[in-house]
């Protein structure tokens, strides 16, 4: 296996991305990961090389890429919670910035980017996305259903909110299979705005799944911060291989 950094056009600049990919010429199955919040660095990396240790390459844009390559923030203190505060008040204008217009030109941009290469099979791909990763991943996914085979959102944020551009209210357009890992008591993601998620997603006739981690925290998922959780980590791991092995087989 081997991870590299590529640039990817797009319409409103370059955006840098890790590549991860097994050995091997291909063609394999394309996965993109979206990240959290806090960005690129050494976890994501990881988490894309254990896909791509089950066959997929798996591409992983910076999203924040408007405002600079990668790093933007110092991540050193990612593991102390009362640095939390001061980094969500650098990354709130950043994630502010990526309106579903944006989400759906990076989308298109990062599609066609894997669409062009040797090495990445010809057809849909699948993204999984975390926080703020799981909400674009559902946004991309209802702005390009027929390049998207399936997404998962892992303790996404937001995804039912007041506004009329809520992620929500766009399900209907959906042809793929959708994932929700929930993370428990979590303020962006309430029972209440789970409950009217799921109901958007059975009028539409949308196929999904949606469960509550109980006991874990937004962003349980990652390793290099307080909120994560082992075992509902693991657990996140068997619902995501269970969909891309149902959605996107390696073979």
């Known amino acids: 296996m081997q991870t590299t950094t590529v640039d990817i056009p797009t319409g409103d600049g370059v955006a840098d991305a890790s590549l991860s990919r097994p050995d091997g010429d291909g063609p394999f199955p394309a996965v993109l990961l979206f990240m959290d919040a806090f960005g690129p660095r050494p976890r994501l990396v990881e988490m894309a090389e254990r896909i791509a240790a089950r066959g997929y390459l798996v591409l992983t844009p910076h999203l924040f890429y408007r405002a600079g390559r990668a790093p933007l923030f110092d991540l050193s ?12 008040a650098k990354i709130a204008p950043l994630a502010q910035a990526l309106t579903p217009e944006a989400i759906s030109r990076d989308t298109a941009a990062y599609t066609d980017f894997l669409a062009a290469r040797d090495d990445v099979r010809p057809g849909p791909v699948a993204i999984t996305g975390y926080c703020l990763g799981g909400t674009n991943a559902l946004r991309a996914i209802e702005a390009h259903p ?19 551009d809520s992620p929500h209210l766009g399900v209907a357009s959906i042809i793929g299979e959708v994932y929700f890992g929930h993370a428990d008591a979590d303020q962006s993601a309430t029972p209440e705005q789970i409950a009217t998620l799921e109901k958007a997603l059975d009028a539409a006739g949308v196929r999904y799944r949606s469960e509550v981690y109980e006991g874990a925290h937004h962003g349980f998922t990652m390793a290099d911060t307080p909120m994560f959780d082992e075992q509902a980590t693991e657990r996140h791991w068997a619902a995501l291989f269970d969909l891309l092995d149902r959605t996107l087989p390696v073979s």
């Open 146 to 164: 027929d390049r998207i085979a399936a997404i998962a959102s892992f303790h996404g944020g937001h995804l039912v909110t007041d506004a009329p």
């Open 77 to 88: 203190r990612l593991a102390e919670p009362d640095q939390r505060g001061a980094l969500f």
